[in-house]
């Protein structure tokens, strides 16, 4: 079992930018780590994954070039480094985990085991 707890969330206007983090505990062992998110009404859409190392990276078209994702392995956190935000950005973030040895193939929401409860980002234009 893998624990997700994001943080970072907040309120920032239109341009402005944040950080997410999701730490992970439990069985770690996890190759590939991704952050989804969820706007009221619509269905949870993936945003970036990144594979133990950065072997490989994926991002969605809405935020290539704005947002980051990174991870620290020592500390077992993952980063989602956001820019130039804009109101479409406004959602629930979740941090995910796959489970096994798997690298990264993409987004797809059906990779991904485990799930964090998710932090609120809103942004007003």
């Known amino acids: 079992q893998v624990q997700l707890v994001e943080s970072g969330g907040g309120s920032v206007q239109a341009g402005g930018s944040l950080r997410l983090s999701c730490a992970a505990s439990?069985?770690?062992?996890?190759?590939?780590m991704g952050w989804f998110r969820q706007a009221p009404g619509k269905e949870r859409e993936g945003v970036a994954s990144?594979?133990?190392?950065?072997?490989?990276?994926y991002y969605s078209d809405s935020v290539k070039g704005r947002f980051t994702i990174s991870q620290d392995n020592a500390k077992k956190t993952v980063y989602l480094q956001m820019n130039d935000l804009k109101p479409e950005d406004t959602a629930m973030y979740y941090c995910?985990?796959?489970?096994?040895?798997?690298?990264?193939?993409?987004?797809?929401?059906?990779?991904?085991?485990?799930w964090g409860q998710g932090t609120q980002v809103t942004v007003s234009s």
């Open positions: 439990g069985s770690t062992g996890s190759r590939c």
């Open positions: 995910a985990a796959r489970s096994g040895a798997f690298s990264c193939r993409g987004l797809l929401r059906t990779d991904f085991d485990y």
């Open positions: 990144i594979s133990t190392g950065g072997s490989s990276i």
